[in-house]
């Protein structure tokens, strides 16, 4: 209440003319009342506030001027005689006593005013502070709060760890994709210890980098709290003091699990290209060899030949198309089988019509095709009374186990069969690779009287297409 009064108070807006003239208002307006009252008497202490008042509110100037002109008032209207300064000496006493007592509450009040005005800046200065003091926890809060944002939405493994290369902190995103159910279980844990194989030996020399104040760099293979396995980019730089030293370690690393296996896929296509390359070439020989020995003229050769490599690059072309479309299993073996066109005699083929996905027809085309490949360059189609039995069936479910898919080629009448000195990247195709696609299993033997190759896998695999390489 008294700050809103003082507020109102124009002391500071009034000039000094005007604040002596508002003083002598109030010192003759109470003069005035004065006289308006039936009191006999000198009036001092009637005065005495309006001076307290007019020091207080002006200022010392105006309290010392309310002061003298509320004497000669006194003096002049209040003791007898009347309108003279020729009052009795006892009465000039008690008037230069009043006068000193009225200067001195003036000044008293003036300094007390001076005191509420300082007063009440020290608490706007302080209020400000608290406010500004606010307003920085806020923006604190804010930046806190975004960073908690950034940090909770990047999928960056974020890690802060001490000199002992001890996990102090993990974001929120890293606790995320190392699928870190409590950060305190693994809280001054040792952080190379979560990565695998030579990688760990490279964070402890990241560590090393770090602590000596260089930034270092590696990629390795670390296991989530599930072991989960997941390939990360790690970079490691040092935290500086304010003397710029080292005092903590921050770690960054990014999941490059899909990239890696990319990169597998496409060391694993170049292989497979290089490998189709070398086999279009000894399938050309092939074809060419038992075309010349089996026809009677060079332009009777040239045609047969010609038509053969036609249907080769037609095959391939197949394989092609099927990359982006199902096939009905009949025309995978089709395609598969085209360029043996001439032995089509030396086929039996018998199976149900099935419908197979992309992924499952190509696989399984290349497959045919590696088999047939190798059965014209070693096995049963390499003689001239050779045969191959191509069949497969479904399996119903037995003691809770799936309807079961079973393909078998089994080959008959060529030169006896043995094993290979090593396996080539076409026995681990028909082995590994074409048994992920089908989500099941595969089974090569080598018997002396012709090759037997079985592939079983779920039928719902033959559909969905989502098996993987194994």
Not at 198 to 215: H, I, N, S, T
Not at 270 to 297: F, G, I, P
């Amino acid at each position: 209440m008294r700050q809103k009064v003082m507020r109102r108070l124009p002391r500071r807006h009034l000039s000094m003319p005007r604040r002596y003239g508002l003083a002598a208002l109030m010192v003759l307006a109470a003069g005035g009342i004065r006289l308006a009252l039936p009191v006999i008497g000198p009036p001092y202490l009637f005065f005495i506030p309006p001076v307290m008042a007019v020091a207080f509110l002006l200022g010392n100037g105006p309290g010392l001027f309310a002061t003298a002109l509320a004497t000669l008032l006194a003096v002049g209207l209040f003791i007898p005689p009347y309108y003279t300064l020729q009052i009795p000496f006892e009465q000039w006493t008690a008037t230069a006593l009043f006068a000193l007592v009225a200067a001195a509450l003036a000044l008293v009040c003036s300094a007390f005013r001076r005191t509420l005005d300082a007063r009440d800046a020290d608490l706007a200065q302080l209020r400000q502070a608290l406010a500004d003091a606010a307003d920085g926890r806020a923006a604190a809060d804010a930046s806190n709060a975004f960073l908690s944002g950034v940090l909770a939405s990047s999928a960056d493994c974020i890690t802060v760890l001490d000199l002992d290369a001890r996990l102090t902190f993990m974001s929120e995103g890293g606790r995320r994709s190392m699928e870190v159910a409590n950060f305190a279980t693994i809280h001054h844990a040792p952080w190379p210890e979560l990565w695998q194989g030579e990688a760990r030996a490279e964070a402890e020399a990241a560590v090393a980098e770090a602590r000596a104040g260089r930034a270092a760099r590696f990629q390795g293979l670390a296991h989530t709290m599930r072991g989960r396995p997941l390939w990360w980019d790690v970079a490691v730089t040092p935290m500086l003091d304010g003397d710029g030293q080292p005092e903590r370690l921050l770690c960054v690393a990014r999941d490059i699990t899909a990239q890696r296996r990319l990169e597998e896929q496409q060391q694993l296509l170049n292989q497979e290209l290089k490998h189709r390359l070398k086999n279009t070439l000894a399938m050309v020989q092939a074809v060419m060899n038992q075309t010349l020995r089996q026809s009677r003229s060079l332009p009777e050769a040239q045609e047969a030949l010609e038509a053969r490599l036609v249907a080769l690059s037609g095959a391939h072309g197949g394989l092609l198309d099927m990359q982006s479309q199902g096939a009905e299993i009949h025309e995978v073996v089709r395609a598969a089988l085209l360029p043996h066109e001439s032995r089509a005699s030396a086929f039996r083929v018998e199976g149900p019509s099935l419908r197979l996905s992309s992924r499952c027809a190509l696989a399984l085309t290349l497959a045919l095709h590696e088999l047939a490949t190798n059965a014209a360059k070693y096995g049963a189609l390499s003689a001239e009374n050779g045969w191959v039995s191509l069949s497969w069936r479904i399996l119903p479910p037995f003691d809770g186990a799936e309807t079961t898919f079973q393909l078998r080629w089994q080959e008959s009448g060529g030169p006896p069969v043995q094993p290979p000195a090593r396996a080539g990247f076409g026995s681990f195709m028909i082995r590994r690779t074409l048994p992920g696609y089908f989500e099941g299993s595969a089974n090569l033997d080598f018997r002396p009287e012709g090759l037997l190759y079985q592939l079983e896998g779920p039928v719902a695999s033959l559909h969905e297409g989502q098996g993987q390489q194994g």
